[in-house]
Structure formats: C-alpha cells, structure tokens
C-alpha cells in the first residue's frame, strides 16, 4: 500500500495533472491520476499483486503543469508492506 497519510494538493490550470506510478520490472504502469484541485486531499493506494515480491519494484509520481504558478505538494509519503515469508 503507497499512502500519503497528512494529503497532498495539486494547484494549477485544467489539464494540470500529478500521476503516481509503479514499475513493473519491464514498463511504468499508471496507479493513479489525480487532476489539479484546491485544498488538501488525503490518498491510499494499494499496489496490485504483480508488485508483490517484485525485486524490480519502484515507484513514482510524474507532473505536467501549465505554468511557474503552479504545482504539487505531498506530505508523509509511506510505503507500508507485508513481511516475506
């Protein structure tokens, strides 16, 4: 599970979007995109099974903004996973 626990906010135009996505040891598969939008929203994501015991495993958040005006913030990133039995 990738959570950011205290939220983030994205500040910007329409069309201005933050992705968050992981790699799958081949290709960067999109976990969620999330629109600009004003204030602070919390996000839990959970990873799909493929992750699961994925040495390759890594993560990212990818951005496209339409000015120096604008931006994203996030805020108490976590990476919570089951031990490996």
Avoid: C, H, Y
Avoid at 18 to 40: C, H, R, T
Avoid at 59 to 67: E, I, N, P
């Amino acid at each position: 599970m990738l959570s950011v626990s205290n939220g983030s906010t994205i500040t910007g135009a329409e069309g201005d979007f933050i992705k968050v996505e992981w790699f799958d040891g081949n290709n960067w598969q999109l976990l969620k995109s999330l629109e600009a939008s004003q204030g602070w929203i919390k996000l839990t994501l959970t990873l799909p099974g493929k992750a699961d015991n994925n040495f390759q495993f890594q993560f990212r958040f990818v951005s496209a903004f339409s000015s120096e005006n604008t931006g994203a913030s996030l805020d108490e990133i976590s990476l919570i996973m089951d031990r490996i039995k």
